[in-house]
């Protein structure tokens, strides 16, 4: 298998080199070349024709948001980007995932942050290279909320990468009195403040970052926060409650989507509805087959519509999807199936 052939866009020079330095580490990344702007990086792409770039979002001339929304127009290719570790880094970052941008990384002044490290940062290069990338379109308005009668269902939700567009996909589709919903996207713990915003502004429902004891009732929607600890659903208080636990990484990943499910399934029971979106790995596919065999309904975003079919394709062969469906369809579904309990 050939390795996988790197472009590096980045204004400082300090900042190329040590990307392309961890980067070249792994044997399976080629670095072929680098740009110190985006016009640079224009003719770059032209002549070394990539199979990866890596994208700084603060340059000169022209941002890297401007010129994200120009690759995805004129010639889609999978582009990791490049972010400061801050309230603005994380909207800019936010927006490129939005944009069509497959993955991001943060950084510190001119260093990668430490918490991201050689290996993550390869990986997430790696796993863009076989990413679905799509060309970008005119945004379009969300579509009207679904029509939900109510019932005493709950939704769970887990995404990875590509799972910035899928839930907002979803999650537009919810109407102010939408099942209790819990979500765990694997993210970095400064981009869910604004992403649980962001996923606020295109619902009636209330998104907000989930928080120990939050009562989850119809009409709220919760988003684990990125860090340190597991989002899970326990009863107490005569309801349901989110918890924030902390422990070591489950499945690789803490938030952890089969954390998630597993309570779902232990608590809710026949009561639940579990989607598994796009994402690398297999985190979420365990649980979610334990969700259905408690009872629940059972929904998988099928592979065509998928960034990175991983976590989809893992639950679906081993029996946690009982329904496999594209996106578009994913959100009405949920709601569908929250109102027809067993």
Do not use: W
């Amino acid at each position: 298998m050939s390795p996988v052939r790197v472009v590096v866009v980045d204004d400082s020079p300090t900042m190329r080199g040590l990307i392309g330095a961890l980067l070249r580490r792994d044997p399976e990344i080629d670095v072929v070349g680098f740009a110190g702007d985006p016009y640079q990086a224009r003719q770059t792409i032209k002549e070394l024709n990539p199979d990866v770039i890596t994208l700084d979002i603060e340059m000169p001339n022209m941002n890297g948001l401007e010129f994200l929304e120009r690759i995805m127009r004129l010639r889609p290719m999978p582009v990791v980007m490049v972010s400061t570790l801050t309230q603005a880094g994380a909207e800019a970052s936010l927006r490129a995932l939005e944009l069509g941008a497959v993955d991001c990384v943060g950084k510190s002044s001119n260093t990668i942050d430490a918490r991201i490290g050689l290996g993550e940062l390869a990986e997430k290069v790696k796993t863009a290279a076989g990413a679905r990338v799509r060309p970008s379109s005119t945004p379009t308005p969300p579509p009207p909320a679904t029509e939900y009668r109510g019932s005493d269902g709950i939704v769970a939700i887990g995404a990875s990468t590509g799972g910035v567009e899928a839930l907002l996909s979803v999650i537009s589709h919810f109407p102010a009195n939408c099942p209790p919903t819990v979500i765990t996207q694997h993210m970095p713990a400064v981009f869910t403040v604004s992403f649980a915003a962001r996923l606020d502004r295109v619902t009636p429902a209330s998104v907000s970052e989930a928080f120990d004891g939050a009562p989850l009732r119809p009409g709220k929607i919760y988003l684990a926060p990125g860090g340190e600890r597991h989002l899970e659903v326990v009863k107490a208080g005569g309801g349901l409650q989110c918890r924030l636990r902390d422990g070591e990484p489950v499945s690789g990943h803490r938030p952890s989507v089969d954390a998630l499910f597993s309570s779902v399934a232990s608590v809710c029971g026949p009561t639940a509805v579990g989607a598994i979106l796009t994402g690398m790995g297999r985190d979420g596919a365990a649980s979610l087959k334990l969700m259905r065999e408690a009872g629940a309904r059972t929904v998988g975003q099928d592979e065509e519509s998928c960034v990175v079919y991983g976590m989809p394709r893992v639950a679906n062969e081993m029996g946690g999807v009982e329904h496999q469906v594209p996106l578009e369809k994913i959100g009405p579904l949920l709601l569908k199936l929250a109102e027809k309990r067993k």
